[in-house]
């Protein structure tokens, strides 16, 4: 079963509003990060952003149809945030564009 985040805490994790991103950095990837944080530790957008996780299940074939995974079934794997946050760690770089001054900036 697949949970959009873990509800406890393990020995040894910080929380994420604690962790400290360079905000000098003109790296895209602390960038990308802040935005997530901000994203985890404001209520008021973890919540929709959550509900659509926990609607986002992955699909696979059975006998030729294309059938949602059970979320009551299942070893538990990575969390749908988890999930979330490794993909805009890909995702993310290539959706900053460089203008003509070589600066980045969102498409």
């Avoid at 360079?22 to 957008?45: A, F, N, V």
Wanted: positive net charge; hydrophobic residues 35%; contains cysteine.
């Amino acid at each position: 079963m697949r949970k959009v985040i873990a509800p406890q805490m393990q020995l040894g994790e910080l929380p994420i509003a604690a962790i400290k991103l360079d905000p000098k950095s003109r790296d895209d990837i602390p960038q990308i990060l802040r935005g997530l944080q901000h994203i985890y530790t404001t209520p008021e957008l973890r919540g929709p952003i959550f509900a659509l996780l926990e609607e986002d299940l992955p699909e696979h074939q059975i006998e030729g149809k294309t059938v949602k995974a059970d979320p009551n079934n299942g070893r538990p794997g990575m969390t749908q945030w988890q999930i979330l946050v490794l993909w805009g760690a890909q995702i993310g770089p290539q959706c900053l564009k460089k203008n003509s001054r070589g600066h980045r900036r969102a498409l």
